[in-house]
């Protein structure tokens, strides 16, 4: 079974649209998860991931605590990350086709 957007065909715009959205909507799903996520494991590592998803997930919980429904805080995530995970797709992909296209022929790999 093929995938259902192959990577080798993506184009510049699809790809961003595609990382920005699993993104977006990853974390906006999260903020359902709030009452499994607050309890901190005794893993130190765990406990640390779980630590800096919540605190990713505090712009959605801000209107969720105000309207009193998390349903606010996944579209207010999901809206929030869609749009910083386009911009930082937008200055990766700006990087590389910089970095593609300059003088390749120098030997120092710091210039």
Known sequence: MAPILPLSKMTDSSGKTFVAT????????????????????PNPILGLFQEALIFALVPGLIPSVAVGSLWIGLVVNAICYFGLSW???SLWQ???RKHQTSDTSSIDPLV
Request: hydrophobic share 55%.
């Open 22 to 41: 699993i993104v977006g909507l990853s974390l906006g799903i999260a903020t359902l998860d709030m009452e499994r996520l607050s309890l901190i494991s």
């Open 87 to 89: 911009a930082v797709c």
């Open 94 to 96: 700006s990087f590389r």
